[in-house]
């Protein structure tokens, strides 16, 4: 194995390729006509002078060495890796489209025309009746959400109400969002079958319940069939039903969570419309709620202006304030615009059905058990009494990416797959083969995968307890 | 697999362990405990002068699987913790009832180590 350091490292004479030019220097002298104190300046920095070949190679070298949905089959369940269309980033791209957004409503309209379409899109597909697209990520949108949730229930004189309702089998960050907002969070455990217990949501409620945050279908792609008592027994309460958003790529042109009694949502607009996934980077999050919640929205909005003859920026009347600059990641939500715009209502709910379609005939196939059913676009299948993290490293060996593992935790050695609607029938039937192929190895086999990949199996043990965080510590090996 | 269950300390049911003799006790984790968390990588503990309460987290235990409170068996005031582990966590994995110690505990009066898990009953338990 080859760790590709960084090629600024190397030490070989200077190297020039034609394309560049002769009067690029090693270094530089940055001293001169600096602003800054003595203590925090150097006398100059040694700046990179590879030819053009070079850097291409480097960069191309480290990309092979790593896996993408670009490369092949990525069923990592839950976190729904599908395709990008590369014409969301022609669109994206489009220099008409690369305005500051400091600029007066009156010189952006084309900008504020997609942005109030976009809300329009979300509001018609989730069943909600306002939406902000400013939450950056969908983390950050679950946050938003519940923060509208808290200023609707203080402005209601109900601010005393401090739990969130959690089912046991939630995305972690719906447990994080509910302590960040300040509230207790009270964890609601599955019933048999893999839904919420209506029992134990009877007993859960109060009048210091703030809300429940449901997904679904749920985290092992089971619908929650008992949506419709679920919205009474909460809001019977008093209190709001979220909707994690994480899942409505399954749902699209089929059902919606407004119509299914849920007041507040976000929308994972990378799993459900195939904008890139964050990974730290720009990302999107937007949050849909129903009028009695439109006010507390973050500021600004979106709207036709009175005469009907452009659009125009503007602050609910009793915003909870900003929750990143601006409208948002404008160059994530324009792919999120085009892709819907381009699949239109009987693309996306052709996504939602193959979606569905896919998982079916792939979990048909496996050698594993799926214990929990019937499920949507993803089933949580088990590995048994083998480990999940072992067959999942096997599966590399074979050429595709494993799906989640070890989640949910209800599932005993839960291996999380998620498909997607892109993958055709050829391409299900070699993931079907990796799985069974990992799963019918020996365990000393299993225990030393991979061993046909750029890196064999990593010590994550000696990672954790000494990692090593930058290229300088891979010196001397 | 069989697992140490020593004699000589009383165990609770989410596999802490403490010594009962002295003027000072010990807590850890037990042999179970460190075998199901897998290697362990990292540990947060109080500070010596800091009280514990019997049935309240008192640390966390990090391994490369999970991340775990650790709950104290009897209350009292910590009177020593084992530094080594912030080093060398593997010190839980290799020697739970040894040099793998978490934390150093003058009970309080009231302590009530008849209350806690005897050996026989722990490895009922884990059995």
């Known amino acids: 194995m080859i760790y590709d350091q960084a090629s600024y490292t190397r030490e070989e004479e200077a190297q020039h390729e034609p394309l560049l030019s002769e009067k690029d220097e090693t270094t530089v002298d940055v001293r001169e006509e600096s602003p800054l104190p003595e203590e925090l300046t150097r006398d100059e920095v040694t700046l990179p002078e590879l030819s053009e070949p070079e850097i291409a190679r480097h960069y191309t070298r480290l990309s092979q060495m790593n896996w993408a949905i670009d490369a092949g089959a990525y069923p990592l369940g839950s976190c729904t890796m599908k395709y990008n269309p590369k014409f969301t980033e022609d669109v994206a791209a489009n220099p008409d489209g690369a305005v500051h957004p400091d600029r007066s409503s009156r010189s952006v309209q084309g900008t504020l025309e997609v942005l109030y379409g976009l809300q329009e899109y979300l509001a018609e597909i989730g069943g909600m009746d306002a939406v902000t697209l400013q939450p950056p990520a969908g983390a950050a949108g679950e946050f938003t959400g519940i923060r509208v949730a808290k200023a609707y229930h203080e402005a209601n004189g109900e601010g005393n109400r401090s739990e969130v309702i959690v089912p046991a089998s939630a995305h972690g960050t719906n447990f994080a969002t509910a302590a960040l907002a300040g509230y207790d969070v009270v964890e609601l455990p599955s019933d048999e079958d893999g839904r919420v217990d209506l029992d134990a949501l009877e007993a859960a409620v109060s009048e210091d319940t703030a809300a429940l945050m449901l997904t679904n279908p749920n985290t092992v792609g089971l619908f929650e069939r008992d949506i419709t008592e679920i919205a009474e027994i909460v809001h019977g309460a008093g209190g709001l039903l979220y909707y994690d958003g994480a899942n409505l790529n399954a749902l699209l042109g089929r059902g919606r969570p407004g119509d299914m009694g849920f007041d507040v949502m976000h929308y994972n607009v990378h799993k459900t419309f195939a904008t890139p996934h964050g990974g730290g980077g720009p990302g999107a999050g937007p949050v849909g709620v129903v009028d009695e919640l439109a006010e507390f929205l973050p500021t600004p909005r979106v709207r036709e202006t009175e005469s009907g003859s452009g659009y125009e920026r503007f602050e609910p009347e009793r915003t909870i304030g900003k929750v990143q600059g601006f409208e948002g990641n404008w160059l994530v939500l324009i792919k999120a615009y085009a892709y819907i715009a381009r699949l239109g209502d009987e693309g996306l709910a052709d996504a939602a059905a193959k979606a569905v379609l896919n998982a079916n005939y792939l979990g048909e196939r496996l050698d594993l058990e799926i214990p929990y059913g019937p499920y949507h676009h993803e089933f949580a299948a088990t590995s048994g009494d083998r480990d999940a993290a072992d067959v999942a490293k096997r599966m590399l060996d074979y050429g595709v990416h494993p799906p989640t593992t070890k989640w949910p935790e209800m599932v005993h050695n839960a291996m999380l797959t998620e498909p997607t609607e892109i993958e055709n029938k050829s391409s299900l039937d070699d993931l079907a083969t990796a799985f069974n192929r990992a799963f019918a190895d020996d365990d000393e086999t299993l225990e030393n995968a991979p061993n046909r990949t750029t890196a064999a199996r990593i010590d994550q043990t000696s990672a954790a307890r000494n990692p090593r965080l930058s290229w300088q510590a891979l010196d001397g090996e | ?127």
């Open chain 2, 1 to 127: 697999m069989s697992f140490e269950t020593p004699d000589d300390r009383r165990y609770l049911e989410s596999h802490e362990w403490t010594t009962t003799d002295g003027d000072a006790v010990r807590f850890g984790i037990s042999d179970f405990a460190q075998d199901e968390l897998g290697d362990v990588v990292f540990v947060e503990l109080p500070d010596a002068g800091d009280e514990v309460t019997a049935g309240e987290e008192f640390g966390v235990v990090e391994s490369i699987k999970a991340v775990s409170d650790v709950y104290a068996p009897v209350s009292g005031e910590v009177v020593a913790v084992n530094e080594d582990l912030f080093d060398a966590p593997e010190l839980l994995n290799q020697d739970p009832y040894g040099e793998g110690w978490l934390i150093e505990v003058e009970p309080a009066a009231d302590a009530d180590f008849d209350a806690l898990l005897s050996p026989d009953d722990y490895r009922d338990q884990i059995e």
